[in-house]
């Protein structure tokens, strides 16, 4: 048991460790923008345009922040796409730390009660060991004491 105790304590150890580094990551995150980035051929409704007849416009950068009725979509003017390109990555980045950090809580949280499992003493037992040391011959003296006179 003393060894898998310790195999357990030095995994949450490790655990802890992965998960400093995911904090330190997060913390040096630049700038996010919470969007997805892509590029989409877009028809730009003109009559006489090429895209009239079929051939589309693009690729054209592009961003979408939100779903639904509260969402947003947008191009991105040329000069915003490199900014937008590494703030929309950041966010990807921070996500997928912050998904990890809480799967290693998980895991950590999984072996301390491992831990208190191994460590909980059932009654029966301790009862019985206890009345063992009671009773003559349970329980051996120490060879550096000296027997009473």
Known sequence: M??????????ISQLGEVRKALETKIMKTGNILKASYYERFIVCGKPN???????????????????GKGGMSTSVPAENVA?????????????????????????????????????????DEA??????ES???????KSDESPEE
């Open 83 to 123: 900014k937008v390109k590494e703030m929309t990555q950041n966010y990807k980045d921070f996500r997928k730390a912050q998904k990890e950090i809480r799967e290693i809580n998980t895991e950590i949280d999984k072996l301390i009660l491992k831990i208190s499992q191994m460590k909980e003493s059932d009654i």
């Open 135 to 141: 009773q003559p011959g349970g329980k051996q003296k």
């Open 127 to 132: 009862l019985k060991r206890q009345k063992a």
């Open 2 to 11: 003393d060894d898998e105790l310790s195999r357990t304590r030095q995994k």
């Open 49 to 67: 345009c090429k895209c009239a007849r079929g051939e589309k416009h693009g690729p054209v950068p592009w961003v979408t922040v939100g779903k």
